[in-house]
């Protein structure tokens, strides 16, 4: 008899697993289609954007303009609450709900910032996107409330794999973002199909990915494994200081100008106070010829330090779109600039210093790695293994999104939250 059980057994337990395994995967094969195909023309939209203010460039005077509608438009969606990624991440902690207007908010308003010139990137967009999408797409279907978790990360997924062509990054991006140190692999399926999707959507669409392949492969010596490691420990301190200014800025406006149509004003003005002081347009924008001209070894000295307080001063006025791609710019003109002073090439300078701000910016040291193997390619891969670790280890608490939860420390095998890991498996059982 009880063999005859544990057969039973083992045929119900495999059958919840097809049964799990066929519901994911055309879940995901949907919304990766439905968010590759958002993602690419909110991809198309932000370059048409762009490249009409490349040819605009009074456009720049408008700034303040853009920031009144974008701040109109969210005070008119007030009775939602706060729209924005930490909204994304709530979600994925709690069973509070994304409204579905998040995703044509956030779409309309990252292009407005882009079209008249706005220091910003467009991961954020792609996190609420996909995000909101996928708890409609949940909502619709009526799944539980932790499926409903990995439908949000499936949308996130799909969405920011259409728009940098990484889709491995992209799924594991959404697992760890949420929770550092513990990470939902239940997920793990739906966000890798859901992205790969949205990739091969989006090239579909005629939309290259984000790729700086590397011809020279560095033999890793013990020396320039401490020159790679001085770099990244002063990425992990450029990290630190990002995302305090992006939150000081943030916070000290507010203090100073309560008024949010007169704060949106008063930023755009000093946007484009800033973008004629510098007499360039190099900052506006998410500057990635920027970035793609200091993988090749070029840039200013002070590229970092300007693209930090253009960015600081966009987000603080108002404007949406997000800070992952300007802390690409920063980390890699800052890496560009400094990696040579340690007797580091430049190009592989900024490559380390694009790869270990972003980790230092997102706690997420797996996606951080992933990102370089899809990006720079699998050369130099120990190095950037190195250089994540460390990067991941010094940033300390700080980070980009207020409701990331660290679960475990990162210097000791401490549980700092214990209630989460509580809840998550209350859940679970």
């Known amino acids: 008899m009880k063999i005859i059980d544990n057969i039973k057994k083992t045929i119900g337990d495999a059958s919840r697993y097809l049964a799990a395994f066929a519901k994911w995967t055309v879940i995901s ?4 289609i439905l968010g590759g195909s958002v993602g690419s023309l909110f991809h198309i939209s932000i370059d048409a954007a762009t490249e009409y203010r490349g040819g605009h460039t009074w456009l720049i005077f408008l700034l303040p303009v853009g920031a009144l509608i974008i701040t109109l438009l969210y005070r008119l969606c007030k009775r ?9 991440l709530e979600a994925l902690k709690t069973d509070s709900n994304l409204p579905a207007i998040m995703a044509p908010l956030i779409f309309v308003s990252t292009v407005i910032t882009h079209f008249f010139g706005g220091s910003a990137g467009r991961e954020g967009a792609a996190l609420q996107l996909g995000g909101s999408m996928g708890y409609t797409v949940g909502k619709l279907i009526k799944l539980n409330s932790s499926d409903r978790h990995i439908i949000v990360m499936t949308g996130m997924s799909a969405v920011f ?53 590397s011809d020279v492969t560095y033999k890793t010596t013990p020396g320039l494994l401490v020159r790679s490691a001085a770099l990244a420990f002063l990425c992990a301190i450029i990290s630190i200081i990002f995302c305090y200014t992006i939150r000081y800025f943030s916070k000290g406006s507010k203090k100073l100008i309560p008024n949010p149509y007169i704060r949106a004003a008063a930023g755009g003005t000093i946007v484009a106070i800033l973008s004629l002081a510098v007499g360039c347009y190099d900052y506006n924008g998410a500057g990635m010829d920027i970035i793609s001209d200091a993988l090749q070894g070029n840039c200013v000295p002070y590229a ?8 600081a001063v966009t987000i603080a006025a108002g404007f949406k779109g997000g800070e992952i791609v300007p802390a690409f710019f920063v980390g890699s003109t800052f890496g560009c600039w400094v990696g040579p002073l340690l007797g580091l090439d ?6 380390i210093g694009f790869v270990a701000l972003f980790c230092g910016v997102v706690n997420c040291p797996v996606a951080s790695l992933i990102l370089a ?6 050369e130099n891969i120990p190095i950037f293994a190195l250089i994540c670790s460390i990067s991941y280890m010094m940033s300390g608490k700080t980070g ?17 939250d214990f209630e989460v890991v509580h809840d998550r498996h209350e859940t679970s059982t």
């Not at 939602?80 to 994304?88: P, S």
């Not at 970092?304 to 960015?311: A, E, Y």
């Not at 660290?406 to 700092?416: A, F, M, N, R």
């Open 29 to 32: 094969l949907f919304i990766g």
């Open 80 to 88: 939602f609450g706060k729209l924005g990624t930490d909204r994304v």
């Open 161 to 213: 794999a259409s728009l940098f062509g990484t889709p491995l990054t992209a799924a594991i991006f959404a697992i760890e973002v949420t929770f550092v140190g513990m990470s939902c692999y239940a997920a793990l399926l739906p966000c890798t199909i859901s992205a790969i999707c949205g990739a091969k959507v989006a090239a579909v669409f005629g939309i290259s990915p984000v790729a700086f392949g």
């Open 304 to 311: 970092f330090v300007l693209k930090l307080i253009f960015t």
């Open 346 to 351: 430049a190009p592989l300078a900024a490559q």
């Open 373 to 378: 193997l899809e990006v720079f390619g699998a």
């Open 400 to 416: 980009l999104y207020k409701s990331q939860t660290i679960v475990y420390s990162k210097i000791s095998d401490d549980l700092l």
